[in-house]
């Protein structure tokens, strides 16, 4: 088995951030950046971006704020969702919420720890009519309703699409081992 962890202390799974006001949708200022000049930013980092299923995912998190008092809430998940051609579905796997009357509000700058056993469905897919993509997200409440997501995917196990198992068609058995680590009856990878 390859050991994938990382350090902690560099980013390591992709990031998107998205900041809505409340009842819109993403919204960008005129210089292109995603959030006003003095709004929060969410700081999430992982220890791998791949995991195996039923493994333990840890990771970490901190808003940087000028300003703490103007955050109302905070809300931390795991969630898995579906994106492609017909509806998008979502799951959540974890999540806790903080809200700034609470004792813990104090520390809402300070590191914050995520853990969570991760489960053996549903897996990371890249197909071409659907996907489904993993991420830690951290969603910030401010006063007046706007909001500020951070999404940071990651990968939970390894599923061939059906592209990859095109390639590995004309591939006799000890060439895929030596590609990938094998690929059982399912199509997945060991």
């Not at 990382?6 to 980013?11: D, G, I, L, M, Q």
């Amino acid at each position: 088995m390859e050991n994938n962890r990382r350090s902690p202390s560099k980013k390591l799974a992709s990031s998107e951030s998205k900041l809505y006001g409340f009842g819109s949708s993403s919204r960008r200022n005129l210089s292109g950046n995603r959030k006003p000049c003095g709004q929060p930013v969410v700081d999430i980092r992982t220890e791998s971006d791949f995991y195996q299923p039923g493994g333990f995912l840890t990771c970490q998190y901190q808003i940087v704020s000028n300003d703490t008092d103007q955050i109302s809430a905070i809300e931390a998940s795991v969630i898995w969702k579906t994106e492609g051609k017909g509806g998008e579905d979502i799951g959540v796997h974890f999540f806790e919420r903080r809200n700034q009357k609470s004792p813990a509000s104090q520390t809402f700058q300070e590191p914050q720890k995520l853990s969570t056993l991760l489960p053996v469905s549903p897996l990371t897919y890249d197909g071409e009519i659907i996907k489904i993509r993993w991420c830690v997200r951290v969603r910030i409440f401010l006063e007046g309703g706007v909001q500020i997501t951070e999404d940071c995917h990651f990968q939970l196990g390894k599923v061939v699409c059906p592209k990859e198992l095109k390639r590995f068609s004309d591939l006799d058995e000890s060439e895929i081992e030596k590609e990938c680590g094998g690929v059982d009856s399912s199509g997945t990878l060991d």
